[in-house]
């Protein structure tokens, strides 16, 4: 009796595949070239992001030895010149495939920020830091990023802009070290607008936020009180 039902299921399952042999081969063929196709993704993403780890970081040592330079006080402008054409160059090739991942592109970003702001050219720095924030947002670059492109923001005169970018910098999900500076130039844009109130605000949030800075508590102490008087 068990036999005959094990014949009956085997007849069943071995009728069901005559009968549907080309779907089943087709759903195989489907599912071996979807596996073929992650693999070949995660292989050329990873050879792009080495690429761009690469690139980045022989682009930054070219920025570096620059920097050298100029501590040295050489003159540098063709160097930084036609790095910033190549950075140029560059961004202008890469695509979402062939860019890396976030780091590498942030760091691009980055470097072109620093060199627009060499050259006081702040409506393309911003643009530049913006586009760092954008590409290195989960890395260290995101705050350091809106700190610059806050700078470049003031240059330009938009001080509500640049309020804004740095209250971003300083609520980042990544430490950064000038924070209590960031902190301050909030209030200090504030001040500057006639937004007293809301400069109090800011310097306050200096005093309790970063007691242990004492050259950012000493500056934020001071202008609150020049400020009070006029309440």
């Known amino acids: 009796m068990q036999n005959k039902e094990n014949e009956s299921i085997g007849d069943k399952i071995n009728d069901f595949i005559q009968r549907n042999r080309k779907g089943i081969f087709i759903t195989i063929i489907v599912m071996v070239v979807l596996f073929v196709g992650i693999l070949a993704y ?19 040592t070219r ?63 911003e643009e530049a830091w913006l586009n760092a924030v954008k590409k290195g947002s989960n890395t260290y670059i995101g705050p350091i990023a809106l700190f610059n492109a806050a700078v470049a923001a003031e240059e330009q005169g938009k001080l509500d802009e640049a309020i804004t970018l740095l209250e971003q910098c300083v609520s980042h999900k990544f430490d950064f070290p000038s924070a209590p500076r960031a902190q301050f130039n909030i209030g200090r844009l504030y001040e500057q607008s006639g937004k007293f109130d809301e400069a109090l605000a800011a310097y306050r949030v200096v005093l309790t936020k970063w007691p242990n800075m004492p050259v950012f508590q000493y500056l934020a102490h001071n202008q609150i009180i020049k400020i009070e008087p006029a309440e």
């Open 42 to 60: 995660l292989y050329m993403g990873d050879y792009f992001n080495k690429k761009a780890n690469a690139q980045a970081e022989e682009l930054n």
């Open 63 to 125: 920025f570096t030895d620059i920097q050298l330079l100029k501590r040295q006080g050489a003159e540098t402008s063709e160097e930084e010149d036609a790095l910033l054409s190549d950075l140029e160059s560059y961004i202008a090739k890469t695509s979402p495939i062939t860019e890396g991942k976030g780091f590498a592109q942030g760091k691009i970003w980055s470097l072109a920020g620093h060199l627009y702001s060499n050259k006081k050219d702040w409506e393309k720095a």
